[in-house]
T-cell receptor, first 115, second 112 residues
Framework: SQTIHQWPATLVQPVGSPLSLECTVE??????LYWYRQAAGRGLQLLFY??????ISSEVPQNLSASRPQDRQFILSSKKLLLSDSGFYLC??????????????FGDGTRLSIL | GEDVEQSLFLSVREGDSSVINCTYT??????LYWYKQEPGAGLQLLTY?????DMKQDQRLTVLLNKKDKHLSLRIADTQTGDSAIYFC????????????FGSGTRLSIRP
């Protein structure tokens, strides 16, 4: 069966420090991968998605970036964190059949607090 | 553009039925989804319905779909304290990247 892992579960970082959040998927190949941010337990904001290695689409301009160095690995990064980057970050995967309509499956999230 | 709307809060008494409503704009989806998010956790796919169905029942859960009005609802029978969570309605539309439009979530609270 497929599983998705995100780490770390919680992170406290000072303003201006770098960030690296990692997400890996097991039990499937060539998944679509997604990074979301959720503020204050509310709605989801899609940040990045990827349909293949090295293919990253950005949904929202910001000081975050994403990379997909391997088929089942998705990394969210920042060179310099802002206070506004605080939130709950969720990684998700879906099957890669074209035409959409594939459900997304989520990791347990990373709670990021910026001091 | 594509949009999914839900009310933000719902409070029900333990043992009563909960009904969470959702409206969507993109009617090209083959499926529509309901996700559940418990405190501090990721989203869990709760149930889904084919767009050519009017109703789907799965134990205590009943999903109703009105395609004409683009209205989706989730009914939870005999609501328990473990049902306390945020429930998201989701419309995948038609996207080669399986992007999904999520509602803003309905926070379900259970009163004793």
């Amino acid at each position: 069966s497929q599983t998705i892992h995100q780490w770390p579960a919680t992170l406290v970082q000072p303003v201006g420090s770098p960030l690296s959040l990692e997400c890996t998927v097991e039990g499937t190949s060539n998944p679509n991968l997604y990074w979301y941010r959720q503020a204050a337990g509310r709605g989801l904001q899609l940040l990045f998605y990827s349909v293949g290695i090295g293919q990253i689409s950005s949904e929202v301009p910001q000081n975050l970036s994403a990379s997909r160095p391997q088929d089942r690995q998705f990394i969210l990064s920042s060179k310099k964190l802002l206070l506004s980057d605080s939130g709950f970050y969720l990684c998700a995967w879906s099957g890669s059949l074209t035409g959409g309509n594939q459900p997304q499956h989520f990791g347990d999230g990373t709670r990021l607090s910026i001091l | 553009g594509e949009d999914v709307e839900q009310s933000l809060f719902l409070s029900v008494r333990e043992g009563d039925s909960s009904v969470i409503n959702c409206t969507y704009t993109d009617s090209s989806s083959t499926y529509l989804y309901w996700y559940k998010q418990e405190p501090g956790a990721g989203l869990q796919l709760l149930t889904y319905i084919f767009s050519n169905m009017d109703m789907k029942q799965d134990q205590r859960l009943t999903v109703l779909l009105n395609k004409k009005d683009k209205h989706l609802s989730l009914r939870i029978a005999d609501t328990q304290t473990g049902d306390s969570a945020i429930y998201f309605c989701a419309d995948p539309g038609y996207s080669s990247a399986s992007k999904i439009i999520f509602g803003s979530g309905t926070r379900l609270s259970i009163r004793p």
